[in-house]
């Protein structure tokens, strides 16, 4: 079904009668049972791969169906496009360059006293959790391995994952009932070795990391040696907290590491893909095959307990998709991984809670990572959220024909790299040593064409705002 055209008669109408109910839920929570939070985040997943996006070629009905249950934010934002700050950002509600958190540590670099959140910056769960709420985090962390930075003591009843920035979906090696692609620069450029399931390539810049080392699946604190695949296992774990959860106000964060690397999908999943001829490809799509199936399995378990009207449901990634390794398609866009082109920091974003949210619609106006923690505090505590989050309320307007003014939205990463968009314009400063570029991206959303030289003005207003909000930021953290 597609979305109602938002300036429609029936369009207005739907939206009032939403908006009403939303108002009215707002003025008598008394009324109305303490809201639940479920948010499911995908790891490097492209902009352009799910078929909410108009991609055909690789199913993923339940992120599909959940989309018509809610809004498709076609402008969603994340505040980096690497991992680790992302999700910094996401959970703190802030900026994550407010607390000099621009880097991404990978490896042993986890462990480095300034990786992972400061054990100072609270997450907006902390608040849910001394109000009651029952919290769990059930996935990936890749926000510090020390103590007083562990899940649990970031406001997490629970936590069932890793904490890394990546892991095996599977024990080994060996590596049993999976197809499994590993980058190998031992090997010729471009050449490739199949042995059994198992397929190796020198077609990326690195080797695949040891992304198990140091790095065990944990139940709270003990580490587990056996575990079922793991974005299945995820899923597991999710439907288990929310089943376990349904009686009390909750709030679960289910953190897939799927689509991230290394690439190893199902054999069940990567027969159904084989559609698809590509082996590196074919692998990828069995990926999101069993991330979508997990999706479908969080809401069929709201759906079970009848909890879907009390439970704000928000999917998104937690940065655009790199190509090298997984083939995941940001298209439209330029860039990806890594990168402040719209690849990198815009993802594929979903609102949804049917009642309050409207239903089979689109939202064009930016909505950023740290909106959610703007957007559910006020409602599971009936008053103000913290005055010092970065994002924005946004269920007076999400889905219908009322946006706010444009805020600015800004982003700051290592070497350099900076941009800000506010309104259809943004400029993007790829590096310390490369010009700074200007794009209109009300007409040209995959940022081909630099309008710098014939928009001088306008590109100095958006660097004032950039240096305005910069001021308020303490210098980036290293890792050195």
């Not at 910056?121 to 391995?145: C, M, N």
């Not at 893909?273 to 990926?287: C, K, L, N, T, V």
Request: net charge negative; hydrophobic share 35%; proline share 9%.
């Amino acid at each position: 079904m597609l979305p109602l055209p938002p300036n429609s008669i029936v369009g207005r109408v739907a939206a009032g009668v939403i908006l009403a109910s939303f108002l009215s839920w707002m003025q008598n929570p008394a009324k109305a049972s303490p809201p639940n939070l479920v948010v499911i985040i995908a790891d490097d997943l492209g902009y352009g791969e799910t078929g909410m996006m108009g991609n055909a070629e690789i199913p993923t009905p339940a992120i599909d169906a959940l989309a018509r249950s809610g809004v498709r934010c076609t402008s969603g934002y994340v505040t980096s496009s690497y991992c680790s700050p992302s999700r910094a950002g996401f959970l703190s509600g802030r900026y994550q360059s407010r607390f000099g958190y621009d880097l991404n540590p990978t490896g042993e670099r986890n462990h480095h006293p300034n990786a992972g959140l400061p054990p100072e910056q609270s997450t907006f769960v902390q608040h849910l959790q001394a109000a009651g709420y029952q919290t769990s985090l059930i996935g990936k962390w890749h926000l510090g391995t020390r103590p007083p930075q562990l899940p649990t003591a970031k406001g997490f009843d629970r936590f069932f994952g890793f904490l890394h920035e990546g892991h095996f979906y599977v024990p080994g090696p060996p590596f049993e009932n999976v197809w499994t692609m590993l980058r190998d620069r031992s090997l010729a450029a471009g050449q490739f070795q199949t042995n059994g399931n198992t397929i190796r390539g020198n077609y990326a810049r690195i080797n695949e990391p040891a992304y198990d080392a140091n790095n065990p699946v944990l139940q709270d604190s003990q580490p587990l040696d056996e575990w079922k695949y793991l974005t299945d296992t995820i899923t597991e774990q999710a439907v288990e907290t929310i089943s376990q959860s349904a009686s009390s106000p909750f709030a679960t964060v289910v953190s897939y590491n799927a689509v991230h690397s290394p690439m190893q999908a199902t054999l069940e999943d990567h027969e159904s893909a084989r559609h698809i001829q590509d082996p590196q490809r074919r692998i990828f799509a069995g990926m999101l095959i069993a991330l979508d199936r997990g999706v479908g399995r969080i809401l069929e378990t709201l759906d079970h307990h009848h909890l879907r009207q009390d439970t704000l449901v928000i999917f998104f990634s937690d940065n655009g998709g790199p190509t090298a390794e997984l083939t995941s398609s940001n298209a439209p866009l330029r860039g990806g991984k890594g990168s402040l082109y719209e690849g990198g920091v815009r993802i594929p974003m979903v609102w949804s809670m049917p009642g309050v949210i409207p239903a089979d619609a689109e939202e064009q106006t930016p909505v950023l990572s740290l909106d959610i923690a703007a957007t559910f505090l006020p409602m599971a505590l009936n008053d103000s959220p913290p005055n010092n989050l970065d994002g924005i309320n946004v269920l007076p307007w999400i889905g219908r024909d009322t946006p706010p003014s444009a805020r600015p939205l800004w982003w700051r990463m290592p070497r350099g790299a900076r941009a800000l968009r506010q309104g259809k314009w943004k400029f993007v400063q790829a590096r310390k040593d490369q010009p700074i570029e200007l794009f209109d991206l009300e007409s040209d959303l995959s940022e081909s064409e630099d309008l710098s030289a014939s928009h001088p003005d306008r590109l100095q207003e958006l660097l004032a705002v950039w240096e305005s909000m910069q001021t308020d930021m303490p210098p980036a953290k290293t890792l050195q």
